[in-house]
């Protein structure tokens, strides 16, 4: 009983589910349809701070690649404004004027 199990255990193994190739799998990005704002505004959690304009490059459900429009210092935490949405999140990295969050 116990080998028939163990046989079986090993034949699942084996035999599990194929993996599909990396062309499968890739992720396929869909436009959006009509117009998108390509403009943001930056709000630190702190009040009296300065608002920062940039622009969004890329803008997924888990965060944003953005660019600032001029010289500024990003805040570790901040609200996005983008196309009357706030959302909230926290700087990811940046590298010269581009920059990302994560929601």
């Given at each position: 009983m116990r080998?028939?199990?163990r046989q079986q255990k090993a034949t699942m193994r084996s035999n599990g589910p194929k993996q599909s190739a990396p062309e499968e799998r890739r992720a396929v990005r869909v436009?959006?349809?009509g117009l998108?704002?390509?403009?943001?505004?930056?709000?630190?959690?702190?009040k009296g701070s300065p608002v920062i304009d940039c622009?969004?490059?890329?803008?997924s459900p888990g965060g944003a690649c953005l660019e600032l429009a001029r010289d500024a210092e990003i805040p570790q935490r901040f609200?996005?404004?983008h196309g009357g949405v706030k959302k909230k999140g926290r700087l990811a990295w940046k590298k010269g004027y581009r920059f990302a969050m994560v929601f």
């Open positions: 080998g028939e199990l436009s959006p349809s998108v704002s390509k403009t943001a505004k930056i709000f630190a959690e702190q622009y969004v490059i890329d803008l609200v996005l404004l």
